[in-house]
């Protein structure tokens, strides 16, 4: 059975950083691109930043490019995006997926297992 937990989020004032996790299990976790996406209450589910299998490809939504990092441990099985210079509107529930194959696009429909979700507040 396939699981992903994300963990780190929590409240965090405006200008602060954050580091989310994601664990997973029950996949070969080298074979797959890692996505993070968020959801804001009201809003569609949008693609934050996703990492290919190697590491080598980084993609970032541009609502977050240049304050987020976004990396992966094969050894471990995780995945992990850290955010700087957090802002009210990067309050959201946030999501890891993973997507088999190569790459980590924007394509929410491509990702083949989600995690439940971990709640990110941003306040002023």
């Known amino acids: 059975q396939v699981k992903l937990v994300e963990s780190g989020g929590g409240l965090v004032q405006a200008g602060g950083s954050l580091t989310l996790s994601c664990a997973s299990s029950g996949v070969t976790f080298s074979n797959y691109g890692v996505g993070w996406f968020r959801q804001a209450p009201g809003n569609d589910r949008e693609y934050v930043a996703g990492i290919s299998t190697t590491g080598l490809t980084k993609l970032y939504a541009d609502s977050v490019r240049g304050r987020s990092s976004v990396a992966r441990d094969n050894t471990k099985s995780t995945g992990s995006l850290q955010m700087n210079s957090l802002k009210l509107e990067d309050t959201a529930v946030y999501y890891c997926?993973?997507?088999?194959?190569?790459?980590?696009?924007?394509?929410?429909?491509?990702?083949?297992?989600w995690g439940q979700g971990i709640q990110v507040t941003v306040s002023s």
């Open positions: 997926a993973l997507r088999q194959g190569i790459q980590a696009p924007a394509t929410a429909e491509s990702y083949d297992y």
